[in-house]
C-alpha cells in the first residue's frame, strides 16, 4: 500500500476529521511505556513534534476538524503539574535524564495548549446543524452495536458516526486515526451502510509524515 502525505490527503478529501491517537504520535514511534528512560525521552521528543507537525497543517489548511470529544480528550488535565511531582523529590537526586524527560513533557503540553488555542480560535470543532444532527441520532442508534462489537470509547464512537455523516452531507471526509478497534468499526461500517470508501476514507498514520490506507 502506497504511502500519502499530508499534502495529497488535504487534495483528495474536503473534510479531514483528526483523532487524538494520529496527532500525538505515528505507529513506528515507540517507548512510550518503556523502562528505558532514554527511550521514553524520545518518545515525548516525538509527541512534542507531531503536535507542532499538525499545528502548522491547522494554521494553513482549511480542511481540518475534530470533534469536541477528542479535543476535550487533548484538552486533559492531570490532577498533578509535573512540577509539583518533581517537588517531592530531592533535586539533586533526580538525574539530567530524568530532568530532560520532565523537560520534554512539559515542552509537549505546551505544544498541545498551542494547538487547541488554534482550534479555538479557527473554529475547527465540529458543529452539525440541526438536518446533520438528526442524521447523526438516527447512525447512531442503528449502529450502536458496533460500539459494543469493538469496545470503542464514547469519543471514538462518536467520530465514527461523525465521518459518516459528514461525508453524506458536506462531502469527502477522511479520518485520520491510529486506533485499530475504530478501524475495524469503520469497516463494518462501511460494509452495513454500503458507504463509498472513497468518500468516506480511514487513514492510519504509521510514519512521521506519512499515511496509508486502512
Given at each position: 500500500?502506497?504511502?500519502?502525505?499530508?499534502?495529497?490527503?488535504?487534495?483528495?478529501?474536503?473534510?479531514?476529521?483528526?483523532?487524538?491517537?494520529?496527532?500525538?504520535?505515528?505507529?513506528?514511534?515507540?517507548?512510550?511505556?518503556?523502562?528505558?528512560?532514554?527511550?521514553?525521552?524520545?518518545?515525548?521528543?516525538?509527541?512534542?513534534?507531531?503536535?507542532?507537525?499538525?499545528?502548522?497543517?491547522?494554521?494553513?489548511?482549511?480542511n481540518?476538524?475534530?470533534?469536541?470529544?477528542?479535543?476535550?480528550?487533548?484538552?486533559?488535565?492531570?490532577?498533578?503539574?509535573?512540577?509539583?511531582?518533581?517537588?517531592?523529590?530531592?533535586?539533586?537526586?533526580?538525574?539530567?535524564?530524568?530532568?530532560?524527560?520532565?523537560?520534554?513533557?512539559?515542552?509537549?503540553?505546551?505544544?498541545?495548549?498551542?494547538?487547541?488555542?488554534?482550534?479555538?480560535?479557527?473554529?475547527?470543532?465540529?458543529?452539525?446543524?440541526?438536518?446533520?444532527?438528526?442524521?447523526?441520532?438516527?447512525?447512531?442508534?442503528?449502529?450502536?452495536y458496533?460500539k459494543?462489537?469493538?469496545?470503542?470509547?464514547?469519543?471514538?464512537?462518536?467520530?465514527?458516526?461523525?465521518?459518516?455523516?459528514?461525508?453524506?452531507?458536506?462531502?469527502?471526509?477522511?479520518?485520520?486515526?491510529?486506533?485499530f478497534?475504530?478501524?475495524?468499526?469503520?469497516?463494518?461500517?462501511?460494509?452495513?451502510?454500503?458507504?463509498?470508501?472513497?468518500?468516506?476514507?480511514?487513514?492510519?498514520?504509521?510514519?512521521?509524515?506519512?499515511?496509508?490506507?486502512?
Open positions: 500500500m502506497a504511502f500519502l502525505t499530508l499534502d495529497k490527503l488535504c487534495q483528495d478529501f474536503q473534510i479531514i476529521l483528526l483523532d487524538a491517537s494520529a496527532i500525538n504520535c505515528f505507529l513506528e514511534c515507540r517507548g512510550a511505556q518503556s523502562e528505558k528512560l532514554k527511550e521514553r525521552i524520545n518518545y515525548a521528543i516525538e509527541e512534542k513534534n507531531s503536535v507542532i507537525f499538525f499545528r502548522k497543517y491547522f494554521n494553513k489548511e482549511n481540518f476538524l475534530i470533534t469536541s470529544l477528542i479535543f476535550d480528550e487533548l484538552d486533559y488535565k492531570e490532577n498533578f503539574s509535573i512540577r509539583e511531582t518533581l517537588a517531592k523529590y530531592d533535586f539533586l537526586t533526580i538525574s539530567e535524564k530524568e530532568k530532560e524527560y520532565y523537560r520534554e513533557s512539559c515542552a509537549y503540553k505546551k505544544e498541545i495548549n498551542k494547538l487547541l488555542k488554534i482550534i479555538k480560535k479557527k473554529e475547527k470543532i465540529l458543529n452539525f446543524n440541526q438536518y446533520e444532527k438528526k442524521e447523526y441520532f438516527c447512525s447512531f442508534e442503528r449502529n450502536f458496533l459494543k462489537r469493538h469496545n470503542l470509547s464514547d469519543p471514538d464512537y462518536d467520530m465514527l458516526i461523525s465521518g459518516a455523516v459528514l461525508s453524506k452531507l458536506r462531502g469527502k471526509t477522511a479520518i485520520l486515526s491510529n486506533d478497534p475504530l478501524l475495524c468499526s469503520y469497516k463494518s461500517l462501511v460494509y452495513e451502510e454500503k458507504l463509498n470508501t472513497e468518500n468516506y476514507g480511514f487513514f492510519l498514520r504509521p510514519k512521521k509524515e506519512f499515511f496509508k490506507k486502512g
